[in-house]
């Protein structure tokens, strides 16, 4: 587990979900550490972690199951009271979502971001409308894993807005900097 600390009294805790364990995502991943950096830079204590099975993370890959399992555990571990945050990128935006919609009818999220959400490769949980304007969805226009009209099939029903960077792919190469001042924006530090 890592923990990226703001500059000042940190006001909650931010919990980010890494992608597909079996394709190389770690808690390093570079979009994963974007989201950190964002986070902190709006006063949040960031807490990224590997799920089970990466790096040396006990147990083995559930398919998302025992994911969600694990991103509820470093909640509950890291955040058992006060303000929180979900963000997650990939498979983790999936497993984050599913978190969400399990813990959201138990206290009070602060705000949900999800990058490249897997949609076309898992069932992904949908968001509360009462939630919609605490959320943001970012997918990538040429994202090659997670065709955009995949997002948008599961964003539609719901009515729920998704950023679609023009001419990004799903890694967001050479646009993390944009990443990060559209997450900053949406938490209220960016330029509007």
């Not at 058992?80 to 999220?109: D, I, K, M, Y």
């Not at 997918?139 to 729920?160: M, N, S, Y």
Request: contains cysteine; charged residues 15%; glycine residues 10%.
């Amino acid at each position: 587990m890592a923990l990226d600390l703001p500059a000042e009294a940190s006001k909650g805790v931010v919990v980010i979900a890494h992608p597909h364990p079996l394709f190389g995502g770690t808690l390093d991943n570079k979009v994963v550490q974007t989201l950190a950096r964002a986070f902190t830079q709006c006063g949040w204590t960031a807490v990224r972690f590997n799920f089970r099975g990466v790096g040396g993370s006990a147990g083995t890959h559930d398919d998302g199951r025992g994911e969600l399992d694990d991103l509820l555990t470093v909640v509950q571990h890291a955040a058992p009271t006060g303000q929180l945050a979900l963000a997650g990128f990939s498979f983790g935006a999936f497993v984050t979502a599913n978190a969400f919609a399990t813990l959201h009818t138990e206290r009070e999220l602060d705000a949900l971001v999800l990058v490249g959400v897997a949609a076309s490769r898992f069932s992904v949980a949908p968001i509360p409308a009462e939630a919609h304007a605490k959320t943001l969805v970012i997918h990538g226009e040429q994202d090659d894993t997670v065709p955009l009209a995949a997002a948008l099939d599961w964003a539609r029903p719901q009515i729920l807005p998704v950023t679609v960077v023009p001419g990004v792919g799903h890694f967001f190469h050479g646009q993390l900097p944009l990443l990060k001042s559209l997450v900053l924006r949406h938490l209220g530090q960016g330029p509007t």
